[in-house]
């Protein structure tokens, strides 16, 4: 009876033991892998934050909608693009990106999306040029001066006339001041150094008919407007009012301020009417 007792015993002692050795081993296996999958999680979020960082850096792709998910350090990206060697482009931006050791592109390749950017740039070019006349037209130095503004892609070209070098640099300094102006070129921009000439005065309603004229010639030429013959012109002592319809806000505000730069206009009433989406 004795033998059998110390055999239980020990058989109890091994039973207890070997379930207190795989309890231990099995929760120390689970840290570890909970461990390991948490610096997994934080290398891919590092790895997708840098992606994304170096598609945006680059002109050609960062204006398209392109997703990044990150697994192991294999990148995934997925979205459109307009053509085959934009997708080409991403994948290349993505595979230099450190962290990152495989690249699976399921990019799209539509053009349809490269007319959608380029009416989303077009949008933002007339922004600018709203914003760099309105800084021209509020220097009084500049407000007098022959100074023409064309902005593409970001890149604003200064031309026309002014009288000084001093003002010449006031005109580039308040286009470089503007937020996405990337580079302003004011190689045709003309110093004349010719003497001010006095303002002529209003002569009433002969000046109003000018006035009218003048905002009228000014507003056909501007390229950045689709449908100007729509912009109605009316002037009152030396006050312009603008009526009918234009497609955004940003060819209203432009308007305004080109009529606001023809010389004798005392001051601008915008009540054109947005009739398109933006």
Known sequence: MRIRS???TVVLLLI?????????SYRNRDISADISSVGEYTGDAATTTAVKAALALNNRVSS??????TNKNDVTLTGQVPTEDDKRVAEEITRSTNGVAKVVNNLVADPGIQAANAEKQYVTDIEIKTVVLEAILSNPELKTQQIKVEVN???VKLSGSVRTPVQKTAAEAAARSVANVHKVDSSALIVTN???EPMPQSQAA??????VTQVETVLSRESAFSQPQKMKVRASEGVIYLTGTTDSRAEKALAGYLARSVTGAKDVINNLEVTGRK
């Open 6 to 8: 110390i055999i239980t």
């Open 16 to 24: 207890v033991g070997g379930a207190i050795y795989y309890f231990y």
């Open 64 to 69: 398209f909608d392109i997703h990044v998910e």
């Open 153 to 155: 892609k970001g890149e």
């Open 194 to 196: 010719a003497a001010l």
């Open 206 to 211: 002969d000046s109003d008919n000018l006035l």
